[in-house]
């Protein structure tokens, strides 16, 4: 038995289910692709604030001193301005000189260390810890409450 031209294709029921099928892989396909997006984000701006706070120490270590510091040069410190902005300064006797300000990607937040600033003192002679503490800063991503740990030591460690 042969069918006619108009019976060949599929049916409306058909194509509504194979449409269904395709919205629910895609949901779950962005919804996986936006969760590891934020988590890339966190840990991109994790390892950027290590990358930032070893440079304050080797500039400091180095006796690195910035144009704009006048007088001798006490080291370099990380300063957590707000919960969305830290920057680094050269700490100088005749005032502090902004190296690098940043403002944190929204949906992050940044908590202050204590003591906050921590200085990380010229020609390595460690930092304003206390001798045995760390100071600890954490990166919160508000949307997912994942969060990064990083912690310094009083001889200018960073974990």
Do not use: W
């Not at 194979?18 to 701006?45: H, K």
């Not at 190296?99 to 304003?128: H, M, Q, R, W």
């Amino acid at each position: 038995m042969m069918k006619s031209p108009a019976q060949t294709g599929y049916t409306l029921i058909e194509i509504l289910v194979v449409m269904v099928i395709m919205g629910i892989l895609f949901t779950a396909g962005y919804v996986n692709l936006r969760d590891y997006a934020r988590a890339q984000t966190l840990t991109a701006v994790a390892r950027s604030l290590v990358t930032d706070l070893h440079s304050a120490e080797e500039n400091a270590n180095a006796g690195d001193k910035p144009s704009g510091c006048n007088g001798v040069l006490n080291g370099y410190q990380f300063n957590v301005i707000s919960s969305t902005t830290y920057e680094l300064d050269a700490f100088c006797t005749g005032g502090n000189v902004q190296v690098k300000p940043v403002i944190l990607p929204a949906d992050l937040t940044i908590s202050a260390p204590v003591p906050n600033p921590v200085v990380f003192k010229s020609i390595a002679e460690g930092t304003n810890i206390a001798s045995g503490a760390t100071a600890t800063i954490i990166i919160t991503q508000t949307s997912t409450k994942n969060t990064r740990t990083i912690t310094i030591g009083a001889n200018g460690s960073i974990q």
